[in-house]
């Protein structure tokens, strides 16, 4: 990919972060009811650092690359604990109440299908762009 | 980290994952036949508290001290509950507690220093501990025990601090099956077997219920809490307005004279105590500000005390009453629904029901009346209700509670027919359909009921006053010639929750947990498990069982 390439990628993920820092706050700090530090302090630490990682990336910083880096891991690693976390608790609730109904597993499906996109392909398509572009870059 | 490593990653996530999840449903899950061979918790309830109990191998077995309870308490029912599954649960945090149960099935199996102790489901309701410790009131979310009580009374029955308790018990859950030696079996109103003398019973039960609680000056006991009878805060006038409205319905239908003296007692509180000035016209209110929706429901019980003839002279508050309703419309046929009395002018805000109200008062009003304003401002609210005040991107597909539009609908069908109106209402219950409980859809006896997932017992008066709307719209669509082919599932929908509204009302209700049975007796609660009693909820679940009688197909 030449350089041109690159920068209008660059700011498409920075964009892409941007956007997810604004969907965590809306789902986390907006969408939930109450406060929970074990919930409130990933989510605002991963939202610096999808903002920090999306403002550089769009400026073109020279350490955009190290904090897209940290923060599309970060994001994979909660948005794996996420999925895994819900996948878990729709077992468990089945397994207590028996069969979810149409809504609940359309409820549950629709969640994690939400979350899916900006915490688990949007950092894997991000982490193998960074890792592609790195030696070029370097 | 290399592109492989990712996806090897990645790949054996999803493979955990997995199993972790079929891990997981299977472990909590409840086959029966996993559960300890014969476990009969007997426990003796006399007015709804708990005298005597014993665990006994199998039910009918005699049991000394059990024996005993009964002797000194002879008017105490003996009720079973069969352990037919057992499961673990888990303790921490609260809210996994909470919801390790299902509300009004499981109850509890502690295990302290050897000894074992039960908390059964009757317990729990008993104490209205089910849908209680986890609330989320934007998305009406309210599940799991309550743990706080479930402590209390797991330390009661050790005799052991709450502290002590909660760091050395094992807890299970357990799956029971109650039975009541001598109890008829409950009615099972299935879909297709009850008749329309059943549903005519549970109408005029519905109505007693709804009298008794009417007292000398014509208040009701607005909300009740049904385990121990105790009458709770709060009043709310259309609420009072509508439930004299049905009590305006029984008596005429049913002839009891008691009824029909109730509803006047609650007419003549509204019209002495609630008429009031709101400019030149009368609304109903005490407060600085009143609403539409009370005046709204305020004409409709009028009208029908005074069509049915209980009481013509009530036909003379309505004309000040719908002139208020057409002073407060707007010129798209909307309403403002609050009014400042205070300042004399109308406050332009919009609340969920009052326009519907709004119209179904104006053209019962007609009706009664002639007055050829009521019929033309009811038109245009219909007319804005099914058009621009329901419409939105994605409106075709999402629909509200609002049950009172096809009402207006059916109500002013033969005057001023309104084809989008059938339309709208016969959209809204399809989707309706999309969101009513099967059988097997939920661990509840929902199958009728409205809902969108097992958490939370369905609530029973949704059920009430969508099949309210539900039977306005099917006959209309009968009128207008819509194909019978079309309406049977309308049909079948109505049927579902009108069996499952019979199942659930006090009639007789589960006797032994009440205090004063006789008191609730034809009473509807909220749920399965939330036994609060609010007078719409009879008001609502009673009107559909009258429409169900006097629908145009009405079965001999």
């Known amino acids: 990919m030449n350089r041109w390439g690159r920068a209008r990628v660059s700011l498409v993920f920075g964009f892409a972060d941007l956007v997810t820092a604004a969907l965590v706050v809306l789902g986390v700090f907006v969408g939930l009811p109450a406060r929970w530090a074990p919930v409130d302090v990933p989510a605002s630490v991963l939202v610096a650092l999808k903002l920090a990682s999306g403002l550089s990336l769009i400026a073109r910083a020279r350490w955009a690359p190290r904090m897209a880096t940290v923060g599309a891991a970060l994001a994979l690693a909660l948005g794996l604990a996420l999925v895994t976390g819900l996948a878990l608790t729709a077992s468990w609730l089945s397994g207590v109440y028996g069969p979810v109904g149409r809504g609940g597993a359309l409820l549950?499906?629709?969640?994690?299908?939400?979350?899916?996109?900006?915490?688990?392909v949007l950092p894997v398509v991000q982490l193998v762009w960074l890792r592609e572009a790195a030696p070029r870059a370097a | 980290m290399s592109v492989r490593v990712l996806a090897w990653g990645l790949g054996a996530w999803v493979l955990v994952c997995a199993v972790a999840c079929w891990t997981v449903h299977r472990t909590f899950s409840l086959p029966e036949g996993r559960a300890l061979p014969g476990v009969v918790i007997a426990s003796l309830w006399e007015k709804g508290e708990l005298v005597g109990r014993?665990?006994?191998?199998?039910?009918?077995?005699?049991?000394?001290?059990?024996?005993?309870?009964?002797?000194?308490?002879?008017?105490?029912?003996?009720?079973?509950?069969?352990?037919?599954?057992?499961?673990?649960?888990v303790m921490h945090p609260d809210a996994a507690l909470a919801l390790s149960f299902v509300a009004g099935r499981d109850g509890v199996m502690a295990t302290f220093d050897g000894?074992?102790?039960?908390?059964?489901?009757?317990?729990?309701?008993?104490?209205?501990?089910?849908?209680?410790?986890?609330?989320?009131?934007a998305v009406g979310l309210r599940a799991g025990v309550d743990v706080p009580v479930l402590w209390a009374l797991l330390s009661d029955r050790f005799g052991v601090p709450v502290y002590d308790l909660s760091r050395r018990v094992r807890l299970c859950r357990i799956r029971v099956v109650r039975s009541i030696p001598g109890d008829p079996p409950a009615p099972g109103a299935a879909v297709g077997v009850f008749t329309n003398r059943d549903v005519r019973?549970?109408?005029?039960?519905?109505?007693?219920?709804?009298?008794?609680?009417?007292?000398?000056?014509?208040?009701?006991?607005?909300?009740?809490?049904?385990?121990t009878n105790r009458t709770l805060a709060g009043y709310d006038w259309p609420r009072h307005a509508g439930a004299t409205y049905y009590l305006a319905q029984v008596a005429a239908l049913s002839g009891d004279a008691e009824v029909g003296s109730a509803a006047l007692r609650a007419a003549g509180w509204m019209r002495d105590h609630a008429v009031t000035h709101c400019g030149a016209a009368r609304c109903i209110?005490?407060?600085?500000?009143?609403?539409?929706?009370?005046?709204?429901?305020?004409?409709?019980?009028?009208?029908?005390?005074?069509?049915?003839?209980?009481?013509?002279?009530?036909?003379?508050?309505?004309?000040?009453?719908?002139?208020?309703?057409?002073?407060q419309q707007?010129?798209?046929?909307?309403?403002?629904?609050?009014?400042?009395?205070?300042?004399?002018?109308?406050?332009?805000?919009?609340?969920?029901?009052?326009t519907g109200e709004a119209a179904l008062a104006l053209s019962r009003a007609h009706a009664l009346l002639?007055?050829?304003?009521?019929?033309?401002?009811?038109?245009?609210?219909?007319?804005?209700?099914?058009?621009?005040?329901?419409?939105?991107?994605?409106?075709?597909?999402?629909?509200?509670?609002?049950?009172?539009?096809?009402?207006?609908?059916?109500?002013?069908?033969?005057?001023?027919?309104?084809?989008?109106?059938?339309?709208?209402?016969?959209?809204?219950?399809?989707?309706?359909?999309?969101?009513?409980?099967?059988?097997?859809?939920?661990?509840?006896?929902?199958?009728?009921?409205?809902?969108?997932?097992?958490?939370?017992?369905p609530q029973l008066t949704p059920a009430g006053s969508r099949s309210e709307a539900a039977l306005a719209t099917l006959d209309v669509a009968r009128k207008a010639g819509v194909d019978e082919g079309e309406l049977g599932p309308l049909e079948a929908q109505i049927r579902r929750s009108i069996a499952m509204l019979l199942r659930h009302q006090f009639h007789p209700g589960p006797r032994h947990?009440?205090?004063?049975?006789?008191?609730?007796?034809?009473?509807?609660?909220?749920?399965?498990?939330?036994?609060?009693?609010?007078?719409d909820f009879v008001q609502h679940t009673g009107g559909a069982l009258i429409r169900w009688l006097g629908r145009s197909s009405a079965d001999p």
């Open chain 2, 54 to 89: 014993a665990v006994i191998a199998r039910a009918g077995d005699p049991d000394g001290a059990l024996d005993a309870s009964l002797v000194s308490h002879a008017a105490a029912t003996l009720v079973y509950e069969s352990v037919v599954a057992e499961g673990p649960v």
């Open chain 2, 285 to 327: 209110g005490s407060e600085r500000v009143v609403d539409v929706g009370a005046t709204s429901l305020a004409v409709v019980a009028f009208v029908e005390i005074a069509r049915t003839k209980l009481d013509p002279t009530y036909a003379l508050v309505v004309p000040a009453l719908t002139a208020f309703l057409r002073d």
């Open chain 2, 201 to 227: 019973e549970a109408a005029f039960a519905a109505g007693r219920f709804l009298a008794r609680g009417v007292n000398a000056e014509g208040h009701f006991r607005y909300l009740i809490d049904a385990p």
């Open chain 2, 330 to 354: 707007r010129p798209d046929g909307d309403f403002m629904h609050e009014y400042d009395r205070e300042s004399q002018r109308p406050i332009d805000i919009q609340l969920i029901y009052y």
């Open chain 2, 115 to 137: 000894r074992t102790e039960y908390v059964t489901p009757d317990d729990l309701l008993a104490r209205q501990a089910y849908g209680k410790e986890i609330q989320w009131p």
């Open chain 1, 108 to 120: 549950l499906t629709l969640v994690a299908a939400l979350a899916l996109p900006y915490l688990v």
């Open chain 2, 370 to 457: 002639g007055d050829a304003r009521d019929v033309e401002a009811a038109s245009r609210a219909l007319a804005y209700l099914v058009g621009p005040g329901w419409s939105f991107f994605g409106s075709r597909y999402y629909f509200g509670e609002e049950h009172w539009t096809c009402q207006a609908m059916d109500d002013l069908w033969e005057r001023s027919p309104n084809p989008a109106a059938l339309d709208f209402c016969l959209r809204w219950h399809a989707f309706g359909r999309r969101v009513q409980y099967a059988a097997g859809d939920t661990p509840y006896d929902a199958e009728g009921a409205y809902g969108v997932g097992p958490l939370v017992p």
């Open chain 2, 513 to 535: 947990l009440l205090a004063d049975p006789a008191a609730v007796e034809g009473a509807m609660p909220a749920s399965e498990v939330d036994w609060q009693l609010r007078i």
